[in-house]
C-alpha cells in the first residue's frame, strides 16, 4: 500500500534562518507531487508541484523554493524565513485517481 | 478570486441533526473532491465525484455533483460527534497540468453532544 511521510511535525524557527522539509512516498512510482500551505482553519494554497523527477513548478511567487532529487522525495526549501512564512505545511501525491494522499503535515512558526 | 466558494463557513449542530454543507463554483469541472480535516492532520479524502448529476453515499454521508458540474453538497444524516472537523471541497478543471485541484476555504463543523 502507499503512504507519505513528511516531517518534522513541528518547527520553530527564527526569522532569516534556513529551511527544510521533507516529504517521501512509498509503494508507489513517479507520482505527482505537491506542496500546499494552509492558513489557521481555512482552505489550501499550492505552492508547488513536480511532475517527475528535477521537474518543479511554482504556484505563487515567494520565499520558498521545492526540489525533487528523487522520484519518491519532494523537499519545500527557504534560504531566508519571514514571520509570513508559518503555516501548516502540507505534502500530497496523486497516481491515476482524482484525489490528493496527504502527509500529516508541519506546523512551521517563524518567531 | 476564489475559484470554489463554500457555505457555511461555521456549522455548529447538536448530535442527531442532519445538515448539508454546500461548494459552489462558475467553473465547470472535470472531478470533484471532499476532504475532512481533523486539526493538525492532513486532509483525509472522502469521495471524488465526477459525472454531472452523480450521487454517492458513505454511511451517513451523501454526496451530490450538480448537473452542469459546478457545484457540490455534502449532507450528513443524525450528525455524532465524531463528524467533527474541517469538511474541505476541492475541483479538478478540465486540461489542467499534473491533476491540480483548487479548494475551497472549508466548512468547520462542530457537532455538541
Known amino acids: 500500500s502507499q503512504t507519505i511521510h513528511q516531517w518534522p511535525a513541528t518547527l520553530v524557527q527564527p526569522v532569516g534562518s534556513p529551511l527544510s522539509l521533507e516529504c517521501t512516498v512509498e509503494g508507489t512510482s513517479n507520482p505527482n507531487l505537491y506542496w500546499y500551505r494552509q492558513a489557521a482553519g481555512r482552505g489550501l494554497q499550492l505552492l508547488f508541484y513536480s511532475v517527475g523527477i528535477g521537474q518543479i513548478s511554482s504556484e505563487v511567487p515567494q520565499n520558498l523554493s521545492a526540489s525533487r532529487p528523487q522520484d519518491r522525495q519532494f523537499i519545500l526549501s527557504s534560504k531566508k524565513l519571514l514571520l509570513s512564512d508559518s503555516g501548516f505545511y502540507l505534502c500530497?501525491?496523486?497516481?491515476?485517481?482524482?484525489?490528493?494522499?496527504f502527509g500529516s503535515g508541519t506546523r512551521l512558526t517563524v518567531v | 478570486t476564489q475559484l470554489l466558494e463554500q457555505s457555511p463557513q461555521f456549522l455548529s449542530i447538536q448530535e442527531g441533526e442532519n445538515l448539508t454543507v454546500y461548494c459552489n463554483s462558475s467553473?465547470?469541472?472535470?472531478?470533484l473532491q471532499w476532504y475532512r480535516q481533523e486539526p493538525g492532520e492532513g486532509p483525509v479524502l472522502l469521495v471524488t465525484v465526477v459525472t454531472g448529476g452523480e450521487v454517492k453515499k458513505l454511511k451517513r454521508l451523501t454526496f451530490q455533483f450538480g448537473d452542469a458540474r459546478k457545484d457540490s453538497s455534502l449532507h450528513i444524516t443524525a450528525a455524532q460527534p465524531g463528524d467533527t472537523g474541517l469538511y474541505l471541497c476541492a475541483g479538478r478543471v478540465y486540461n489542467t497540468n499534473a491533476g491540480k485541484s483548487t479548494f475551497g476555504d472549508g466548512t468547520t463543523l462542530t457537532v455538541k453532544p
Open positions: 500530497a501525491w496523486t497516481g491515476t485517481g482524482h484525489g490528493y494522499t
Open positions: 467553473s465547470v469541472f472535470s472531478s
